[in-house]
């Protein structure tokens, strides 16, 4: 009897043990494949947020027809400071840096329409007049603008609105086709491009307060 447990230990005994050796072979054999396999699959289980803004406002170049009238309306000149909300490849402050040695900034949500404008303002050698940045409207600070120009939509133009009436009294605002709701212009023209499409153009001043 005593032969027959001493003998039923020893088969169990080496049955546990292979089986141990069998689990930490297979371990072992995961942890050299890839030791970081359980880090990459928490990273791929859990997915990334997307912290990226939706674009307010779609781009659409700015006739230089439409660039001129915009930059006459405002009477720019070589000693303001223009800031143009929404730049896109940076035609009108590069015009005005051009023309009368104005200097501007830009302001635009999309990394690709910053980088083409200052790509712009190096080949119009008027870098040390314009710069162009990154930037969410309704958080950038353009308080310092002579002059502010838009070509956004109508729904931003009145948001923006309450932060465009707190810059400095005689600030001068251009907007391309559309308008401030019930804040009316100073002026206002419509002009037709080449291509058969009606433009308005807006003006206003910043009123005292």
Same mark, same amino acid.
């Given at each position: /009897?005593?032969?027959?447990?001493?003998?039923?230990?020893?088969?169990?005994?080496?049955?546990? %043990?292979?089986?141990? !050796?069998?689990? *930490? @072979?297979?371990?072992?054999?995961?942890?050299?494949? *890839?030791?970081? $396999? /359980?880090?990459?699959?928490?990273?791929?289980?859990?997915?990334?947020? *997307?912290?990226?803004? #939706?674009?307010?406002?779609?781009?659409?170049?700015?006739? #230089?027809?439409?660039?001129?009238?915009?930059?006459?309306?405002?009477?720019?000149?070589?000693?303001?400071?223009?800031?143009?909300?929404? @730049?896109?490849?940076? +035609?009108?402050?590069?015009?005005?840096?051009?023309?009368?040695?104005?200097?501007?900034?830009?302001?635009?949500?999309?990394?690709?329409?910053?980088?083409? !404008? *200052?790509? $712009?303002?190096?080949? !119009?050698?008027?870098?040390?007049?314009?710069?162009?940045?990154? %930037?969410?409207?309704?958080?950038?600070?353009? @308080?310092?603008?002579? &002059?502010?120009?838009?070509?956004?939509?109508?729904? &931003?133009?009145?948001?923006? +609105?309450?932060?465009?009436?707190?810059?400095?009294?005689?600030?001068?605002?251009? @907007?391309? $086709?559309?308008? /401030?709701?019930?804040?009316?212009?100073?002026? !206002?023209?419509?002009?037709?491009?080449?291509?058969?499409?009606?433009?308005?153009?807006?003006?206003?001043?910043?009123?005292?307060?």
């Amino acid at each position: /009897m005593k032969f027959q447990q001493f003998k039923f230990w020893l088969i169990l005994t080496a049955v546990l %043990g292979t089986a141990c !050796a069998e689990e *930490n @072979s297979v371990g072992v054999a995961q942890s050299d494949a *890839n030791p970081t $396999n /359980m880090v990459v699959v928490a990273a791929t289980a859990t997915p990334t947020p *997307n912290t990226e803004r #939706e674009l307010d406002v779609p781009y659409v170049p700015t006739h #230089e027809m439409i660039v001129d009238e915009m930059l006459k309306m405002a009477q720019v000149k070589g000693d303001d400071v223009l800031y143009d909300l929404g @730049s896109g490849d940076g +035609r009108i402050p590069i015009t005005a840096a051009q023309r009368f040695g104005t200097r501007g900034v830009g302001i635009d949500l999309n990394p690709v329409r910053v980088k083409e !404008a *200052n790509e $712009n303002a190096v080949k !119009a050698k008027v870098t040390d007049k314009v710069k162009f940045i990154e %930037g969410d409207l309704f958080q950038e600070d353009f @308080s310092e603008a002579t &002059v502010l120009t838009l070509y956004l939509l109508p729904d &931003v133009n009145l948001k923006l +609105r309450p932060k465009i009436l707190q810059m400095k009294p005689g600030t001068r605002v251009v @907007s391309h $086709n559309y308008d /401030m709701g019930d804040w009316r212009p100073e002026k !206002a023209k419509t002009l037709t491009t080449p291509d058969g499409t009606t433009h308005y153009v807006y003006f206003w001043r910043v009123p005292n307060r």
